[in-house]
């Protein structure tokens, strides 16, 4: 009898060992299951930040690409100006000399010089430089610097009466700004236009 109880307690114990180790290795094939699932949501998760990465890169290369086509020539395009600048400048001085003043020479120098100044700005224009408008413009920071304020009364004040140096832009880009000079109001008339409003202010009174 005491060797079949112990023969008994013996199975319950192989029993429970069994179904303990049952229950561990479906446990562990559980964790099989879920490791591999969050590894390749992982790797999923680093191959599509890895791509968009590449996708960024692509496009600033090409917007680098393209920016190098259109505008590769831009310094040199804003040291040609200085070619415009010196004919400019030759013809004041040539128009400034009192012993060429009035002269035949004086003229067909001048000619030859406006020649050649629109043969460049006909170069330019070819290659997408053009000249910005600014006499009789209204000032604009995006085209246009003020160096100096003229009195002027038949202008709006920030009207540009006057160019010193040409502005240029290069496609969608400044080369480099006008240099202007603008309209402001006379003194006299301020003082004409502030006696009006005491004026006005006090009929209303």
Do not use: C, W
């Amino acid at each position: 009898m005491e060797k079949d109880h112990n023969s008994k307690i013996e199975e319950n114990k192989t029993d429970k060992t069994d179904t303990s180790d049952i229950n561990e290795n479906e446990k562990t094939e559980e964790k099989k299951k879920v490791i591999p699932e969050k590894k390749i949501n992982e790797l999923e998760d680093k191959l599509a930040r890895t791509l968009a990465e590449m996708e960024n890169q692509r496009r600033r290369f090409e917007k680098e690409k393209d920016d190098a086509y259109e505008y590769g020539g831009f310094s040199f395009a804003r040291e040609a100006l200085n070619l415009i600048d010196n004919l400019e400048r030759a013809k004041q001085s040539l128009k400034n000399d009192d012993k060429l003043k009035n002269t035949d020479i004086l003229q067909k120098v001048i000619e030859h010089l406006d020649i050649i100044n629109k043969d460049l700005i006909s170069i330019f224009k070819k290659n997408n430089v053009e000249q910005i408008e600014a006499i009789n413009k209204k000032l604009d920071p995006n085209f246009h610097q003020a160096m100096i304020e003229i009195e002027d009364d038949k202008k709006e004040p920030g009207t540009i009466i006057q160019e010193i140096q040409k502005g240029f832009t290069l496609k969608d880009r400044l080369l480099r700004p006008s240099l202007v000079g603008v309209s402001k109001k006379s003194s006299s008339q301020k003082t004409k236009v502030i006696n009006d409003k005491k004026s006005e202010e006090n009929q209303d009174i």
